[in-house]
């Protein structure tokens, strides 16, 4: 028995294919919302109501950035950020510069290398070739018309061309006129009146408006009235007028016509031009309506950056008046953003005006910069994209409700006993309207989140053990059933927090301010005036210049391999198959040491789990049979898991996508104290040995760069975040690259994040393939 699929709007059952792209709606729904242009960027969308003429990407980027400007590139509305749209600057930096489209000129056709995709050979911009699409479209359809009435059409020829025939004296005597004669009226009519020159004109209001007729009797009219002298009884176009017709005229048909259709252009046209006026009318209404907006925009944030302002100042004196009580006040854990990173560090001075805009955006937007936007601001190009997938994630449209999509990500975040996001999220829930009940344990939630909980788990610790049979046991039919688009947005919101916590963990990200435990009284003791960075860092004296030594080692090694790589004529398949198993079977060696204490979970998190014993094992261990190798050859992110993203869940496919991209490509050509250092080597070891100790294999990579550029203790941290988090300390951090900037090793934990999420995504969107297949 085939699968049914949720209708996201009237939710019943109906197979895959009848759902529509995106919005997965019926044919009932898509009827009651139809598909429509939007007015900015030109696509195509369903619309809710008659007066919503933007589609809701544009809605929402009009809240955010304001009325957009015309593209450079394709002059379309919609440059929003820049004078760019999303989709040039998209194109621009997958197939480079535009080039000039053959049909409209413009600089805005992008050439992606692949005759296929060309338009009958033609290099065409977006708009043109939507265009030709929808030009082909209407003209089967037109095909499909004329070959109904064709027959029909063959038919009056053939009757006119006897008719006219006919009119020839002596030509055809065998054609009977009896067949005329009968369509010739025996009888003038009565209500005829004469004219001045003797003429009848017909003088009754069924002659002036005669009734329509088929197209063969007019025809058989005309050939009569042209075969009896002195009659004027001219064929008339339907709802044309007969005292506006002159005998010249009146013997060609096809002039007629002309004229009727130049005046109804006519009119059309004085129509069009009171529109337009219309239009410009409302256009300024608008443009003055926007300015006042702008300007009361523009008022409330210079009123916020005043108020933010005088609440520091108002909290300076107010410690001060209290200290100089010599009252005791409670201080945070943790002083900064982080407890591994210097708070000096991250709150520079002369902080880069990137980093300052994007923080004062999140204070605006969100009344505070919490921790992880401090840190994650030491890298601005990926805060940027990191805020607008999660901002997509949780705030804009999607299938599930806002508050079931903060229950979700506190399910995912106690999985890692992740306290920061966990309470971060119960506040937000609330904020949102949820349930105050279901905070009391995963057991008071719906049923239809507990049974995310299998799920959860495994996507937490052990991603390679999905199979299809669970995405089947989520989307079986019955009360607490799963749509696909429902489901596609609580993977990604599982794995993107799955992977948060890691990173929260990795960097040693305090507790909030507001947060429970945020705040904690400790006396001043003499232990922690005595201790000073250096010997926090530990690269004082002798390990300060073996930290120096690692990076010159670590240089040549990179510069060795480069060398390598140009000389050697390729490593065979099999060798390339042996190194990774190789590798695979050394991360067993690699673990944190067996003397770190475990967490006890904290009460608001264990509620939330379910089998805490669960948790990460080896890909490969000794004794067990391990699951297959996942070949990325096989399923990708880039040729399958991507296209099944946007397919079930729109722009956030494109918006992961260029999160990956950004921070896997993210560089800044130093490393420690060298400059002018290319970094891509280092980086693609990082990230394939993360997707390798969760059973991922790029058969085009060779494993052995991984051991000549990761040393021990990186390797150590890097598996103790990925897999188990929680169990990440200070001395791991300080223990790896110790000569390296915090900025650097804050880049890695990224790689770390990003990696991890690509590798969760692809075993579960592989199970749905699976599933849907």
Sequence with gaps: MAALYACTKCHQRFSFEALSQGQQLCKECRIAHPIVKCTYCRTEFQQESKTNTICKKCAQNVKLYGTPKPCQYCNVIAAFIGNKCQRCTNSEKKYGPPLSCEQCKQQCAFDRKDDRKKVDGKLLCWLCTLSYKRVLQKTKEQRKHLSSSSRMSLQEKEQFSRLSSGSHYNSQKTLSTSSIQNEIPKKKPKFEAISANGDSVPSSPEMLCPPTQSAPSVLVQWAASQQSPGAHHYPVSQGTDVLNFSPDLALDSPGTDHFVIIAQLKEEVATLKKMLHQKDQMILEKEKKITELKADLQYQESQMRAKMNQMEKTHKEVMEQLQDRGIKLPRQLGR?????????????????????????????????????????????????SFWKTQYLLLHLDGPLPYHKRHYIAIMAAARHQCSYLVGFHVAEFLKVGGNPGWLQGLHCAPQKLRNLNEINKILAHRPWLITKEHIEALLKTGENSWSLAELIQALVLLTHYHSLASFVFGCGINLETDQDGGHAFQPPSPRSCDSS?????????????????EVEVLMARMKLLQECQLEEEGVTQEEMETRFELEKTESLLVAPSVDIAEHTLPPNVLCFVEDPEFGYKDFTRKGEQAPPTFRAQDYSWEDHGYSLINRLYPDMGQLLDEKFQVVYNLTYNTIAMHSGVDTTMLRRAIWNYVHCVFGIRYDDYDYGEVNQLLERSLKVYIKTVACYPERATKRMYTHFWRRFQHSEKVHVNLLLLEARMQAALLYALRAITRYMT
Excluded: C, K
């Design 336 to 384: 900064g953003p982080s407890s591994f990173i210097p708070v000096e560090e991250i709150l520079q001075e002369g902080t880069e005006r990137a980093q300052r805009q994007l923080f004062i955006e999140a204070f605006v937007s969100t009344g505070r910069v919490d921790n992880i936007t401090m840190v994650m601001g030491l890298h601005p190009e990926y805060l940027a």
């Design 533 to 549: 960075p250096a010997s926090e860092d530990g690269v004082s004296g002798s390990s300060g210049r073996d930290a120096m030594q």
